[in-house]
Structures are given as structure tokens and as C-alpha cells.
């Protein structure tokens, strides 16, 4: 069973361009989970998509919106980015709603490393 | 409100000793799960154990054990025997309530070194 897949793995991008991220769940995952995640911040999390629709969010600014497909794949984008954006971004799945707690466990891909120059 | 708190950002043992890494966490719902993971340098999250609210038995799975206290609200996570590859950072996580609508919120983590 393959795993969480996150694209690209790496990242460089300038200061005002905006970026996409994509992240393949587990087969049978149907929720989506994205955390940004710096040394000075830790792991902060930036939204939750089930079924396509978005169930959580986190406090971050408008420029960081993200969309669920109806395979469950996820993107994440970010508008107008700022050095402040750089940071490893990690995308998490998990079966969704509607299980046990147990069965809520979150399943982490490597990562997006972003570099805002 | 900060939901869960790991006070020790660093944390030093010799190998094959025990070690506890420390995690408290703020909740008014009766009914929740607590996880730990791990982060190795190469940035993967890896899961090592789960604790729900209505467990009454610490979780155990293999050299982890959680020592969970409901009343104080802590889940420390032990580890021992510890091995050089333990040295990674540590997360405790938790998910409220029947896992409807509610994320998963980590603490800041705790970078564990093993020394020879």
C-alpha cells in the first residue's frame, strides 16, 4: 500500500510568486490534513479537506488556500509569497470522520521543502 | 489556547537508558486521542503510539509505553532501552472528541539525543 506522496519534494521559489503543493493520500484516506512546519513555529496547521470540502482551518492568512479533489489528492497554494512562507510543509491522511479516534491516526508524507528568496 | 504542551526542548539520555519525554494537554471533551510521533532528521513523521481518553490501560508498543494521568491531564511518552536511532524529534498530538470535526493540534516537540 503505497504511502502519503507530497510534490515536489524541494522547492525555491522568489518572494512575491505564488506556489502550489500537491499531496496523494493513502488509498482509502479521505481526509487531508496541512501543517507548515519551522524551527521557530513548530508544526502549525493549516487546514482539513474531507470529501472536498474544507472542515477545519487553522490562523493563517488568506494568501494560503488549499482544495480536495474527488480522488481525495490535495493542493495547497500560496499567493504572494513572503520569506516568512519558507518552511517544510507536510500533508497528512487519515480515513476521515465517522471511525474511532484510534482510526483517526495521521499518515505523514516527507514533506515539501519551500525556500523563499 | 495552546491544547498541548511539551515543556522540555531538549532532552539528553545515554543509550540504553529510559527516558520520559513530557506532554500535557488542555481539553474539555470528555472524549479524545492522544498520539506520539516521531521525526527523524529526514523530516518523515512516524507514528508511534495511540492513547484514547477511555483506555484504561497505558498504551504500550514495544520499547514505547505511555504513562497517561486523565486527572492531570499529562501523556508522557517512555521510552526504553533507548538505541542511537532514537535521536529525533518527538510530537504529541491530540484529536478531540468522535474525530467528526476536529483536527489533530501538536505540541512543540522535543528533540531527544541518544549518547554512546
Known amino acids: 500500500k503505497a504511502g502519503v506522496t507530497q510534490t515536489p519534494r524541494y522547492l525555491i521559489k522568489t518572494r512575491g510568486q505564488q506556489v502550489t503543493l500537491s499531496c496523494s493520500p493513502i488509498?482509502?484516506?479521505?481526509?487531508v490534513s496541512w501543517y507548515q512546519q519551522t524551527p521557530g513555529q513548530g508544526l502549525q496547521f493549516l487546514f482539513e479537506?474531507?470529501?472536498?470540502?474544507?472542515?477545519n482551518k487553522g490562523n493563517f492568512p488568506g494568501r494560503f488556500s488549499g482544495r480536495q479533489f474527488s480522488n481525495s489528492r490535495s493542493e495547497m497554494n500560496v499567493s504572494t509569497l513572503e520569506l516568512g512562507d519558507s518552511a517544510l510543509y507536510l500533508c497528512?491522511?487519515?480515513?476521515?470522520?465517522?471511525?474511532?479516534?484510534?482510526?483517526?491516526?495521521?499518515?505523514f508524507g516527507q514533506g515539501t521543502r519551500l525556500t523563499v528568496v | 489556547a495552546q491544547k498541548i504542551t511539551q515543556t522540555q526542548p531538549g532532552m539528553f539520555v545515554q543509550e540504553k537508558e529510559a527516558v520520559t519525554l513530557d506532554c500535557t494537554y488542555d481539553?474539555?471533551?470528555?472524549?479524545?486521542?492522544l498520539f506520539w510521533y516521531k521525526q527523524p532528521s529526514s523530516g518523515e513523521m512516524i507514528f508511534l503510539i495511540y492513547?484514547?481518553?477511555?483506555?484504561?490501560q497505558n498504551a504500550t508498543e514495544g520499547r514505547y509505553s505511555l504513562n497517561f494521568q486523565k486527572a492531570r491531564k499529562s501523556a508522557n511518552l517512555v521510552i526504553s532501552a533507548s538505541q542511537l536511532g532514537d535521536s529525533a524529534m518527538y510530537f504529541c498530538?491530540?484529536?478531540?472528541?468522535?474525530?467528526?470535526?476536529?483536527?489533530?493540534?501538536f505540541g512543540a516537540g522535543t528533540r531527544l539525543t541518544v549518547k554512546p
Open positions: 492513547q484514547g481518553s477511555y483506555d484504561e
Open positions: 481539553t474539555s471533551d470528555q472524549s479524545y486521542g
Open positions: 498530538a491530540m484529536r478531540e472528541g468522535q474525530g467528526n470535526n476536529n483536527d489533530m493540534r
Open positions: 497528512a491522511s487519515s480515513l476521515g470522520p465517522g471511525t474511532t479516534l484510534r482510526n483517526t491516526e495521521a499518515f
Open positions: 488509498s482509502g484516506h479521505r481526509s
Open positions: 479537506y474531507f470529501s472536498e470540502t474544507q472542515r
